[in-house]
Protein backbone atom coordinates (compact mmCIF):
# COMPACT_ATOMS: atom_id res chain seq x y z
CA UNK A 1 0.00 0.00 0.00
CA UNK A 2 1.20 3.25 -1.40
CA UNK A 3 1.45 5.38 2.18
CA UNK A 4 3.68 8.20 4.16
CA UNK A 5 4.36 6.58 7.16
CA UNK A 6 5.31 9.30 10.63
CA UNK A 7 6.80 8.84 13.65
CA UNK A 8 5.75 8.80 16.61
CA UNK A 9 2.35 10.22 16.50
CA UNK A 10 2.24 11.86 19.71
CA UNK A 11 5.02 13.39 21.47
CA UNK A 12 5.04 15.42 25.01
CA UNK A 13 8.83 17.05 25.04
CA UNK A 14 10.36 19.39 27.29
CA UNK A 15 12.14 22.68 26.34
CA UNK A 16 15.51 21.49 24.89
CA UNK A 17 15.09 18.17 25.04
CA UNK A 18 16.45 16.92 21.18
CA UNK A 19 13.86 15.30 19.19
CA UNK A 20 13.43 13.63 15.58
CA UNK A 21 10.25 13.09 14.36
CA UNK A 22 10.71 10.22 11.01
CA UNK A 23 8.91 10.14 8.06
CA UNK A 24 9.27 7.55 5.14
CA UNK A 25 7.89 7.17 1.67
CA UNK A 26 7.31 3.67 -0.10
CA UNK A 27 6.09 5.90 -3.72
CA UNK A 28 9.89 5.97 -4.67
CA UNK A 29 8.72 10.33 -4.45
CA UNK A 30 11.47 12.63 -5.55
CA UNK A 31 9.85 15.37 -3.42
CA UNK A 32 9.45 15.17 0.62
CA UNK A 33 8.22 18.21 2.56
CA UNK A 34 6.94 19.16 6.26
CA UNK A 35 4.70 21.28 7.10
CA UNK A 36 3.31 22.33 10.60
CA UNK A 37 -0.56 23.45 11.05
CA UNK A 38 -1.64 25.64 13.72
CA UNK A 39 -5.60 26.99 14.47
CA UNK A 40 -6.44 29.42 12.24
CA UNK A 41 -2.85 29.64 10.06
CA UNK A 42 -3.84 26.51 8.07
CA UNK A 43 -0.47 23.99 6.91
CA UNK A 44 2.73 25.91 6.70
CA UNK A 45 5.78 24.27 4.84
CA UNK A 46 9.44 24.23 7.10
CA UNK A 47 11.11 22.77 4.48
CA UNK A 48 10.86 20.59 1.42
CA UNK A 49 13.69 18.49 -0.40
CA UNK A 50 13.49 18.08 -4.36
CA UNK A 51 16.13 14.81 -4.07
CA UNK A 52 18.59 13.34 -2.34
CA UNK A 53 20.79 15.54 -0.78
CA UNK A 54 18.85 18.66 -1.94
CA UNK A 55 17.05 20.59 1.16
CA UNK A 56 15.50 23.93 0.98
CA UNK A 57 13.82 26.33 3.67
CA UNK A 58 9.74 26.63 3.33
CA UNK A 59 8.06 29.67 4.79
CA UNK A 60 8.76 28.58 8.84
CA UNK A 61 12.36 27.02 9.17
CA UNK A 62 13.56 28.86 12.34
CA UNK A 63 14.20 26.49 14.71
CA UNK A 64 14.11 22.84 12.65
CA UNK A 65 16.84 21.11 10.81
CA UNK A 66 16.09 18.00 8.17
CA UNK A 67 18.08 15.36 6.32
CA UNK A 68 18.10 13.77 2.79
CA UNK A 69 20.22 10.96 3.03
CA UNK A 70 17.98 8.48 1.62
CA UNK A 71 15.51 8.79 -1.09
CA UNK A 72 12.50 6.50 1.05
CA UNK A 73 13.13 9.18 4.63
CA UNK A 74 13.17 12.74 5.69
CA UNK A 75 13.33 13.12 9.02
CA UNK A 76 13.00 16.83 10.44
CA UNK A 77 15.29 17.67 13.70
CA UNK A 78 14.02 19.86 17.03
CA UNK A 79 17.45 20.51 18.43
CA UNK A 80 16.40 22.27 21.18
CA UNK A 81 12.22 22.23 20.88
CA UNK A 82 10.69 25.27 22.99
CA UNK A 83 6.52 25.96 23.56
CA UNK A 84 6.20 27.58 19.84
CA UNK A 85 7.33 24.79 18.58
CA UNK A 86 4.12 22.91 19.92
CA UNK A 87 1.81 21.94 16.74
CA UNK A 88 0.48 19.34 14.75
CA UNK A 89 3.20 18.40 11.88
CA UNK A 90 3.11 16.86 8.49
CA UNK A 91 4.97 15.10 6.66
CA UNK A 92 4.87 14.64 3.05
CA UNK A 93 5.95 13.62 -0.75
CA UNK A 94 5.03 13.89 -4.65
CA UNK A 95 6.82 12.84 -7.80
CA UNK A 96 8.26 16.71 -9.15
CA UNK A 97 7.28 16.07 -12.32
CA UNK A 98 3.42 15.83 -13.45
CA UNK A 99 -0.34 16.47 -11.65
CA UNK A 100 1.93 16.40 -7.99
CA UNK A 101 -0.73 15.14 -5.88
CA UNK A 102 0.76 15.54 -2.41
CA UNK A 103 0.73 12.73 -0.35
CA UNK A 104 0.33 13.12 3.36
CA UNK A 105 0.90 11.25 6.06
CA UNK A 106 -1.16 10.58 9.14
CA UNK A 107 0.80 13.41 11.49
CA UNK A 108 2.56 13.72 14.34
CA UNK A 109 1.40 15.76 17.13
CA UNK A 110 4.17 17.59 19.49
CA UNK A 111 3.22 19.15 22.05
CA UNK A 112 6.95 21.16 24.04
CA UNK A 113 6.60 21.82 27.61
CA UNK B 1 3.78 36.96 -3.70
CA UNK B 2 1.37 33.96 -3.83
CA UNK B 3 -1.99 33.75 -2.30
CA UNK B 4 -5.06 31.52 -2.16
CA UNK B 5 -7.91 32.43 -0.17
CA UNK B 6 -10.77 30.60 1.40
CA UNK B 7 -14.33 31.16 2.03
CA UNK B 8 -15.96 30.51 4.26
CA UNK B 9 -13.20 30.58 6.94
CA UNK B 10 -16.67 27.67 8.71
CA UNK B 11 -20.01 26.31 7.66
CA UNK B 12 -22.34 24.55 9.16
CA UNK B 13 -25.25 22.82 7.46
CA UNK B 14 -27.88 20.32 7.91
CA UNK B 15 -27.64 17.00 6.46
CA UNK B 16 -28.49 16.41 2.79
CA UNK B 17 -28.31 20.31 2.20
CA UNK B 18 -25.64 21.57 -0.47
CA UNK B 19 -23.09 24.00 -0.05
CA UNK B 20 -20.65 25.98 -1.76
CA UNK B 21 -17.14 26.26 -0.72
CA UNK B 22 -14.75 29.30 -2.56
CA UNK B 23 -11.39 29.60 -3.35
CA UNK B 24 -9.61 32.48 -4.88
CA UNK B 25 -5.74 32.43 -5.86
CA UNK B 26 -2.81 34.66 -7.03
CA UNK B 27 -0.50 32.06 -7.52
CA UNK B 28 2.16 32.35 -10.90
CA UNK B 29 2.87 30.31 -13.06
CA UNK B 30 -0.29 28.25 -12.91
CA UNK B 31 0.21 24.47 -12.96
CA UNK B 32 -2.81 22.79 -11.25
CA UNK B 33 -5.51 23.65 -8.51
CA UNK B 34 -6.33 20.47 -6.20
CA UNK B 35 -8.63 20.36 -3.03
CA UNK B 36 -8.04 18.80 -0.50
CA UNK B 37 -10.44 16.94 2.66
CA UNK B 38 -8.57 16.49 5.98
CA UNK B 39 -10.43 14.89 8.60
CA UNK B 40 -10.11 16.23 12.46
CA UNK B 41 -6.38 15.16 13.43
CA UNK B 42 -5.81 13.16 10.47
CA UNK B 43 -3.61 14.24 7.16
CA UNK B 44 -5.23 16.19 3.57
CA UNK B 45 -6.36 13.69 1.09
CA UNK B 46 -6.99 14.97 -2.05
CA UNK B 47 -10.15 15.09 -3.85
CA UNK B 48 -10.11 16.52 -7.10
CA UNK B 49 -7.86 18.03 -9.34
CA UNK B 50 -8.08 21.16 -11.89
CA UNK B 51 -5.88 21.81 -14.87
CA UNK B 52 -5.51 24.85 -16.72
CA UNK B 53 -8.02 23.97 -19.86
CA UNK B 54 -10.37 21.87 -17.10
CA UNK B 55 -13.59 23.78 -15.91
CA UNK B 56 -15.51 21.36 -13.65
CA UNK B 57 -14.44 17.97 -12.68
CA UNK B 58 -16.78 16.01 -10.52
CA UNK B 59 -15.11 12.55 -7.91
CA UNK B 60 -19.31 11.37 -6.37
CA UNK B 61 -21.21 14.06 -4.67
CA UNK B 62 -17.53 16.69 -4.87
CA UNK B 63 -17.90 18.85 -8.05
CA UNK B 64 -15.02 21.74 -8.34
CA UNK B 65 -14.69 24.33 -10.91
CA UNK B 66 -12.22 26.32 -11.93
CA UNK B 67 -12.21 29.71 -14.04
CA UNK B 68 -8.83 30.91 -15.10
CA UNK B 69 -9.12 34.15 -15.91
CA UNK B 70 -11.00 34.98 -12.95
CA UNK B 71 -8.36 32.55 -10.83
CA UNK B 72 -11.49 30.95 -8.87
CA UNK B 73 -12.49 27.84 -8.19
CA UNK B 74 -15.27 26.10 -5.95
CA UNK B 75 -16.11 22.73 -4.75
CA UNK B 76 -19.76 21.68 -4.15
CA UNK B 77 -20.73 19.15 -2.23
CA UNK B 78 -24.57 18.03 -2.73
CA UNK B 79 -26.58 15.73 -0.51
CA UNK B 80 -24.22 16.32 2.42
CA UNK B 81 -23.59 13.36 4.95
CA UNK B 82 -22.23 13.45 8.38
CA UNK B 83 -18.86 12.16 7.10
CA UNK B 84 -18.35 15.32 4.90
CA UNK B 85 -17.76 17.35 8.41
CA UNK B 86 -14.41 18.36 8.12
CA UNK B 87 -11.74 21.24 6.80
CA UNK B 88 -11.78 21.40 2.98
CA UNK B 89 -8.08 22.90 1.66
CA UNK B 90 -7.74 24.35 -1.38
CA UNK B 91 -3.78 23.92 -3.24
CA UNK B 92 -2.80 25.71 -6.17
CA UNK B 93 0.62 23.93 -7.44
CA UNK B 94 3.00 26.00 -9.34
CA UNK B 95 6.53 24.69 -10.97
CA UNK B 96 8.53 27.21 -11.36
CA UNK B 97 12.44 26.90 -12.18
CA UNK B 98 12.55 23.50 -11.60
CA UNK B 99 11.14 23.66 -7.92
CA UNK B 100 7.33 21.98 -7.08
CA UNK B 101 6.05 24.85 -5.12
CA UNK B 102 2.17 24.33 -3.64
CA UNK B 103 0.45 27.15 -1.51
CA UNK B 104 -1.98 26.56 0.61
CA UNK B 105 -5.46 27.80 1.65
CA UNK B 106 -6.16 27.93 5.28
CA UNK B 107 -9.25 25.51 4.94
CA UNK B 108 -12.88 25.78 4.98
CA UNK B 109 -14.39 24.10 8.45
CA UNK B 110 -17.32 22.23 7.56
CA UNK B 111 -19.76 21.02 10.25
CA UNK B 112 -22.89 18.71 8.89
CA UNK B 113 -25.79 18.50 11.73
CA UNK B 114 -27.69 15.72 11.39
Known amino acids: EAQVTQNPRYLITVTGKKLTVTCSQNMNHEYMSWYRQDPGLGLRQIYY???????DKGDVPEGYKVSRKEKRNFPLILESPSPNQTSLYFC????????????FGEGSRLTVL | KNQVEQSPQSLIILEGKNCTLQCNYTVSPFSNLRWYKQDTGRGPVSLTIMTFSENTKSNGRYTATLDADTKQSSLHITASQLSDSASYIC????FGGGSYIPTFGRGTSLIVHP
Open chain 2, 91 to 94: VVIS
Open chain 1, 92 to 103: ASTRDRGPGELF
Open chain 1, 49 to 55: SMNVEVT
